[in-house]
């Protein structure tokens, strides 16, 4: 039951990553859940803010390497998935995968790739 419900929430999430008011509040509206459930079922994730800013930015490293990702603008990538600005956002993007989204886009899957594995390394510690 835990699971499913996890997973109606990260659902809503990720179909939600473009929406600015995507957050606790929203959440806790949305599945009718209170604060302290909502915390507790994302504690071992870092809390649920920490999870919307991650699935943000998983979502925008797919897209920096997408086809898409190529001729848009990286502020309005940052934006269109609810960053409220493009410095937030590229700090955000360089602490999690250790490069920058200049660089994902312009050197494509090879420095993706790396950037993606220092990711899964700062997960696993």
């Given amino acids: 039951m835990r699971l499913g419900r996890i997973g109606g929430v990260l659902q809503f999430i ?6 600015p008011d995507l957050d606790l509040a929203l959440l806790m509206q949305q599945f009718r859940m209170s604060r302290a459930h909502l915390y507790r079922m994302f504690a071992g994730d870092g809390g649920v803010r920490a999870v919307i800013r991650d699935r943000r930015l998983n979502a925008a490293y797919r897209q920096l390497l997408s086809h898409q990702g190529k001729t848009g603008s990286i502020t309005s990538i940052a934006h269109r998935l609810g960053f409220s600005s493009s410095n937030q956002f590229l700090r955000a993007f360089r602490e999690q995968f250790g490069v920058t989204p200049s660089e994902v886009r312009h050197e494509g899957m090879s420095i993706g790739e790396r950037g993606l594995q220092a990711h899964l390394r700062k997960v696993k510690r």
């Fill in 14 to 19: 990720d179909a939600n990553l473009h929406r």
